[in-house]
């Protein structure tokens, strides 16, 4: 039996995981469950799975309300903290790091010292902080749970680094596939968090509809399997989650229908796979379409290749400024075009020089979303 750590716990890879370890009962034991303000889920989980642990990040939770609610003998953490300490439990041996932002990287550099296995479902911590963690990394000790990663994953799975020629990531298009620039001017939060395919957090969701999330991806590919040969394709059904293109000119994809509980499942039990209840694919009646991306439209997976590029503090500005617009835009502060319109002027005029560790990339993080909060209208009036 597998001990499991679930870090964002109450969002919706956390639910996956704690799917799984529902329906596997035999094979995995929920021993910390960390969220970062959602107190509900997290009383809630607790009492089903009784933990050893439970952390929440935001330090406003009232701790002794918490104590109150959940049941006896379980270790409690609120406030920065909380995370690292949720990895630092006897009886460890996976953590899945599921919540969003740069939160949890120092709990995932803890679990990687401390030689824990990662489900990482978690774009910004290699996007970040990638040469640091895959460096600190064993092979193999970080298992993705990206769709698009599982799939290149398991593609690879056995074969010779050397046999690599290419990465080919697939992506849905997102809600506004096809829509001109006129079009997008009109979106809507409540249109942009109508994805076709996936049921995801509000963030990635809108990371999907501007493409910024292939972005953070082809960043992510780079880092995970250690080439920049990272291509993407539009692939509307999300049938074809990724595919490996070898020296012979061959390609390897992973197919499935469109389903979280694959990649979660498997980056849990790696090298196993155990029954999953997602629907079988039907080749009888099955189109695979592919179209070439259009980066006039959709420019955010160019923006990121040219920031990863750049190197230094540059993703990590990336990441805090779209984290920040897409709040913006998700309050109604902003419009649907000027999420990039902000993270491109970030990463252009933001120029950090410090030494590269994770407490400085946090401190960046911080910085960035903060000189949004103040000045994002300025911005926006410079860029008319």
Not at 5 to 30: C, E, H
Not at 39 to 63: H, M, Q, R, T
Not at 138 to 149: G, M
Not at 268 to 274: G, S
Request: charged residues 20%; hydrophobic residues 40%.
């Amino acid at each position: 039996m597998k001990g499991l750590v679930v870090l964002g716990s109450s969002g919706t890879i956390g639910s996956y995981v704690l799917n799984a370890a529902r329906k596997y009962p035999d094979k995995f034991k929920i021993i910390s469950l960390c969220v970062n303000n959602n107190i509900k889920s997290l009383i809630s989980a607790a009492w089903e799975f009784y933990p050893k642990y439970v952390g929440v990040s935001d330090s406003n939770i009232d701790y002794q309300y918490l104590k109150q609610q959940l049941p006896k003998n379980i270790k409690i953490c609120v406030g920065k903290n909380a995370l690292e300490n949720a990895v630092n439990i006897e009886g460890v041996d996976i953590v899945a790091a599921a919540s969003s932002g740069t939160a949890s990287l120092n709990a995932v550099m803890l679990a990687i010292t401390l030689g824990k296995k990662i489900a990482l479902a978690n774009k910004e911590v290699l996007v970040s902080a990638g040469s640091i963690i895959m460096n600190a990394a064993k092979k193999n000790q970080i298992i993705p749970v990206d769709s698009e990663h599982s799939a290149v994953f398991q593609c690879l799975n056995g074969e010779p680094s050397n046999n690599l020629k290419r990465i080919i990531l697939t992506a849905s298009g997102g809600a506004f596939f096809g829509y001109t620039p006129n079009q997008l001017k009109e979106v809507t939060p409540i249109q942009a968090l109508n994805h076709p395919n996936w049921n995801m957090g509000k963030k990635i969701t809108i990371d999907s509809a501007t493409m910024m999330n292939k972005g953070l991806e082809i960043i992510e590919a780079k880092h995970l399997f250690h080439t920049d040969n990272v291509d993407y394709v539009i692939h509307p059904s999300s049938t074809v989650h990724s595919m490996v293109e070898f020296n012979d000119n061959s390609v390897v994809a992973q197919l499935a229908s469109p389903s979280m509980e694959i990649p979660v499942l498997y980056a849990l039990t790696y090298p196993d796979r155990l029954g999953t209840q997602v629907k079988e694919l039907n080749f009888f009646n099955m189109h695979l379409d592919f179209f070439a991306p259009d980066e006039i439209i959709f420019p955010f997976p160019k923006l990121a290749v040219e920031t990863y590029q750049k190197g230094g503090f540059s993703t990590a500005v990336m990441i805090a400024a779209d984290e920040k617009a897409v709040e913006l835009f998700l309050d109604s502060k902003i419009g649907f075009l000027d999420i990039f319109k902000l993270v491109e002027y970030c990463v252009t005029k933001l120029n950090y020089n410090d030494t590269m560790t994770i407490e400085n990339i946090q401190k960046v993080d911080y910085d960035v979303r903060e000189y949004l909060a103040h000045d994002y209208n300025n911005i926006l009036n410079k860029n008319i």
